[in-house]
Every structure is written in structure tokens, then in C-alpha cells.
């Protein structure tokens, strides 16, 4: 699920060889990268002369890392802290908009930082905020009711033991507030010290991240307002790390790429054009050898395609998810 750690514990931005030789072709105009993160993508690119990069990010911790592409490639460079449901507000005079990338999830950086409480390797306060959010881990775990938490947990975590989880939850926290090591040891206690491939605890971790950081409706707007924004001929291109992503990223590429013709008496000027052209049907995963170099890479998927309408109606995308939003609305 995550995209930069490697077992030495380095920078190490997943399937970019696979996403230069895509937008290469493209080269010579503005790229828009969408999670900024530690730069490996917009660097490359920029590495380029006649490129320029504009860059968002909803993590302020960033900063470092864009002022060192800031000194180095000066105008060429531009970074918002800003998420991406919100690339519409980006200013994009004078820029011909080639691509726009997205490499989901998080950064080795985020995860390490004890205060941002994403692994449940780290202690004290839960928290999970990625940056620009209206609430934290602590106050879902502290007072959502019992089943909407195991609603959170099941659909976004697909956690098996989730209404047990939720339901020790709501008992513990009678007692004390609950911080990441009460939850570790909950569902560790829940699922009786199981020792299995996956930590007990990815799952529901999981699940109050998306839910913590909206995950699902910044995915959706995000790729709305990216066919809003580049012109037809430009390539939009997503890397995800789980299947709750990748479901929304397919259906936006497939179903808006297929001559969407539901009666054949239908007149030809009413069928809806497609929005995109699919040069690959099926995902792009890592290759043998970068999964041996950075193992966490395995569960990556690169998914893109060219805009070939000017027009999209994007409302069955959004009914088709409705579920999902509706669970990361509760509180
Ligand atoms: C996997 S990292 C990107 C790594 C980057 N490609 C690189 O090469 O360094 C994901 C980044 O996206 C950012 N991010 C996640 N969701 C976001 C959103 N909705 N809007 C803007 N940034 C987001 C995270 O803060 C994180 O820095």
C-alpha cells in the first residue's frame, strides 16, 4: 500500500520507469503532479528541459522536498499544498496541460512520522491526518457508535472480525482514551494473537485511514476535476495501492472508454462519446525486479488513458460509489 518504502528504508517512487515511457511521447509542455510526496516523479520529469511541473500535496511536510526543486529548476517548478479534489483552484494560465499523475496512497516519509500515527507500529495519540482534514482517528475512535464503526471496518478494511473489534472498542473506551497501541492490542486481542501473513491490524488501520482522510471522494473528484482540467490529447495516470482504488480508477477509465450505446435505436448523434482512448486494457504492475528491490511495490497497479472528448457525464461514476461516500460521511 505504499508507494516510496524499500527495505533500506530509502526513497523509492514505484512503477516510474513504466510511467515515463507513457507520458514521454507528451514531453514538452506541464505535467500536474497530483501527490507531490517526496518529488520522485516531478523530478524526473523535470529532468526534462522543456517540461515544467506543477505539484500538489494535502501534507505541509513536504516542504523540504519542493524547496529543493524549487532552487534547482526555478520557474519550471510550482507547488500548491492543496489536495487534489481541490485542482480546480489551481491557476493554469500560460501552462499546456500534457498529463496529470497520481500516485496514491502514502509516503515512506508519512509513515515513519511517529505524530502522523499511520502505522500501527507507532505510539500514543491516534491521529492518521495526511493533511487538510476535518477530524483525526482519535475522534472516530473515541465516538463513533459501534456499528458504524464496524461498517467502517468491514467495507473499507474488508475486516472479518469487524463487529467484534468495534464492539471492544466502545467497551474500552468507557475506561480510557484509546491510543494506537490500545487499538493494536484490541485487535490482536479480538483475533486471539493470530500470527498470519499480514499484521492483524493492517485492516481496520486501513479502513480509518481512508475514512480519516476521505479517501474515496478525493479519489473520485480528483479524477472529475483532472478530465475537467487537462485538454483532450493529455494523459491522465494513476498508480493504487488497494482494491477499493483500483475498483474506482477501472471503472473511470473502462466505463467511460466504451461506446456507452444502451438501445440501438438510439440516433447516432445522442450515443455518448467515449471519453478515453485505452492503449492498455489491462493494469501495469512492477516488475519481478522491483518488487524484490522495494517488496511493498507488489500491491501497485498503473492505469491510465488519453482524453479524446471534450464533454464527460461523470454521474453514474459518482452513483456507482454512492455507498462508499455515504460510509465515509458518517460520523
Ligand atoms: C505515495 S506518495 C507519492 C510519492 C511520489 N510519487 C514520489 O515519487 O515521491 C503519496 C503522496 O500523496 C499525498 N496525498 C495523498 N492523498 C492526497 C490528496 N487527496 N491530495 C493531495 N495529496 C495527497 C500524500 O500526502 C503523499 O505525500
Do not use: W
Not at 516542504?63 to 483552484?89: A, E
Not at 473489534?165 to 494506537?180: G, H, L, S
Amino acid at each position: 500500500m505504499n508507494a516510496t518504502i524499500n527495505l533500506e528504508n530509502k526513497h523509492f517512487p514505484v512503477l516510474l520507469n513504466e510511467l515515463i515511457s507513457i507520458i514521454s511521447p507528451l514531453y514538452g509542455g506541464t505535467f500536474i503532479d497530483c501527490t507531490f510526496g517526496q518529488g520522485g516523479y516531478s523530478e524526473k520529469i523535470l529532468e526534462n528541459k522543456q517540461n515544467n511541473i506543477i505539484a500538489l500535496d494535502r501534507d505541509k511536510d513536504v516542504l523540504s522536498s519542493t524547496s529543493k526543486l524549487q532552487k534547482k529548476y526555478d520557474k519550471r517548478f510550482k507547488f500548491y499544498n492543496l489536495k487534489f479534489s481541490q485542482l480546480d483552484q489551481i491557476k493554469l494560465k500560460n501552462h499546456k496541460i500534457k498529463g496529470i499523475i497520481f500516485d496514491l496512497g502514502y509516503s515512506f516519509d508519512q509513515i515513519k512520522n511517529s505524530h502522523k500515527g499511520l502505522s500501527f507500529s507507532n505510539k500514543g495519540k491516534l491521529n492518521m491526518r495526511m493533511g487538510i482534514n476535518d477530524f483525526s482517528a482519535n475522534e472516530i475512535i473515541s465516538n463513533m457508535d459501534e456499528n458504524n464503526l464496524a461498517k467502517v471496518f468491514k467495507v473499507f478494511g474488508d475486516e472479518k472480525y469487524s463487529k467484534k473489534i468495534a464492539k471492544k472498542i466502545v467497551e474500552t473506551r468507557k475506561d480510557k482514551t484509546i491510543k494506537t497501541e490500545d487499538l493494536v492490542q484490541i485487535i490482536d486481542h479480538v483475533k486471539k494473537y493470530q500470527k498470519t501473513k499480514i499484521h492483524n491490524s493492517t485492516k481496520v488501520f486501513q479502513a480509518l485511514r481512508i475514512l480519516v482522510n476521505k479517501e474515496i471522494s478525493e479519489l473520485i473528484n480528483g479524477l472529475i476535476n483532472s478530465f475537467n482540467l487537462i485538454p483532450t490529447g493529455g494523459i491522465i495516470a494513476v498508480v493504487s495501492f488497494h482494491s477499493i482504488e483500483d475498483r474506482i480508477v477501472k471503472f473511470f477509465f473502462k466505463h467511460y472508454s466504451e461506446q456507452r450505446n444502451s438501445s440501438r435505436y438510439l440516433p447516432e448523434t445522442e450515443i455518448p462519446e467515449k471519453c478515453f482512448k485505452l492503449i492498455n486494457k489491462k493494469p501495469i504492475f512492477p516488475g519481478l525486479s522491483e518488487i524484490k528491490k522495494n517488496p511493498p511495490s507488489r500491491s501497485a497497479k498503473l492505469r491510465y488513458g488519453i482524453k479524446t472528448n471534450d464533454k464527460c457525464d461523470f454521474s453514474e461514476f459518482r452513483e456507482k460509489f454512492k455507498n462508499l461516500i455515504n460510509i465515509e460521511n458518517l460520523r
